[in-house]
């Protein structure tokens, strides 16, 4: 039987741009380009995203000493780490603090939304001349699938397009489920593919390929098109495969795992997370939350924190349960943190010069507190972590040399990372 055909609209409808149903953009790898270094201390990285810029005060770097004004309107509590303490709100996290590395340094400066989101998916400041690839994309370039898995997925979207291949073939994006897993009736959808559609057969595909490379205009390689009509044999394949069905279905999951992991959207976002580490997936972007709290920081705070607090203890206790946690880099990120001091709208605003994130597994150190900001957290105070240190490091648990190159288009060979140095302080 001859392989379906399909117009750019049924395409769509499927989730090749991002739709409702299960995403399939252009990213298996038709051939391997690398492989995994022997050296390499971690097989997959989940990267939990708080977009929005989650307020440093309120959750890994609390000040009880300071100022009401600078303090903010919440307690903390002390961790497992002598001395430690986190916002009140994160008793979970509070209590695996000796199984994590929390870092109190970050710094980049910049406060705008797109440049953050921009600098902590690809390592480099946004570049009118230059579209950076995304850590995830650079990972499937670099190890491709495992377990005929793709090698990179969202969940449940692609957040931006500094999320995406940048410069690299379309082909290394990420696998988006389109559909939320908290929902009762979630499923990947669009698991069979629809019926084919009149016209020519040439001009579909250049318009298919045209849609899957994030442009409308007309390609006229047949190479390129040859090189579609293979990934799309294999798009056809996974969504056709037990091994991607099984990944996807939370209803596998004991009672009582879900229960540990929450109700919530981040609790079966990570579980979901999980699932696919356990199938072969290597980069899993997470997004959760809504952390720009200008205004109303409390009600904020209150309604998203705990929820994250008890998924994101829950995901690095069951990884080491079930004797992943070594093997896997959970990685707690956000754009920047938020101004030191309350505004007059009861919120926080950008504050790129330093905030803080958590790791945990994949080769990092258990029970480190990394670096410092200063008494209100509006510098750091000791150990600043760049962007491209972390970035460095991140890759060199991979065993991926971030000083490798890239070819960009113009034959223009560009690092995958610029000027970074692996802080080995960070790893075991």
Do not use: C
Request: no cysteine; aromatic share 8%.
């Amino acid at each position: 039987m001859p392989r379906p055909t399909h117009s750019r609209r049924q395409l769509l409808r499927l989730g090749f741009a991002g739709g409702i149903g299960l995403s399939l953009p252009d990213l298996f790898r038709l051939q391997s380009f690398g492989g995994v270094s022997p050296l390499a201390k971690a097989d997959s990285i989940i990267y939990l995203f708080l977009q929005g810029g989650i307020a440093q005060q309120e959750s890994w770097d609390p000040k009880p000493n300071a100022a009401v004004e600078n303090r903010g309107m919440f307690g903390s509590i002390p961790t497992v780490l002598p001395g430690i303490r986190f916002n009140e709100l994160m008793p979970h996290t509070a209590k695996i603090a000796d199984r994590i590395t929390t870092i109190r340094s970050m710094t980049h400066g910049e406060n705008d939304h797109d440049r953050g989101v921009h600098i902590m998916f690809t390592g480099y400041d946004p570049s009118p001349v230059v579209s950076y690839p995304s850590f995830g994309s650079v990972v499937s370039y670099k190890l491709g699938d495992r377990n005929e898995m793709p090698p990179f997925i969202n969940i449940p979207n692609q957040i931006d397009a500094s999320s995406g291949p940048g410069f690299l073939s379309a082909k290394y994006n990420g696998f988006s489920l389109g559909a939320d897993p908290v929902k009762d009736d979630f499923k990947v959808r669009d698991l069979s593919l629809p019926a084919g559609i009149d016209g020519d057969r040439f001009e579909r595909r250049k318009k298919m390929l045209s849609a899957v490379n994030g442009d409308f205009s007309i390609a006229h390689s047949d190479d390129q098109l040859d090189a579609l009509d293979s990934f799309y044999q294999r798009a056809y394949a996974l969504i056709h495969s037990e091994r991607a069905k099984k990944a996807f279905d939370l209803s596998r999951e004991s009672e009582a795992t879900r229960e540990a992991y929450g109700p919530s959207e981040v609790g079966a976002r990570l579980l979901m997370a999980r699932r696919l580490v356990e199938a072969g997936v290597r980069f899993i972007t997470v997004q959760y939350g809504e952390w720009d709290h200008h205004a109303k920081l409390e009600p904020g705070i209150k309604k998203h924190v705990p929820p994250f607090d008890q998924a994101f203890a829950a995901l690095v206790t069951d990884l080491e349960a079930r004797g992943m946690l070594e093997r896997t880099l959970v990685v707690a990120s956000t754009e920047f943190g938020r101004t030191p001091r309350i505004n007059t709208l009861a919120g926080r605003d950008h504050w790129g010069k330093v905030f803080s994130i958590a790791m945990a597994g994949g080769g990092v150190q258990r029970g480190l507190v990394y670096g410092a900001s200063d008494a209100i957290a509006a510098e750091p105070a000791r150990d600043p972590l760049t962007i491209p240190d972390w970035t460095s490091t991140i890759y060199h648990l991979l065993g991926i040399d971030s000083r490798e190159t890239l070819m960009a288009p113009g034959d223009r060979p560009i690092e995958i990372v610029r000027g970074g140095e692996v802080r080995k302080e960070l790893l075991l």
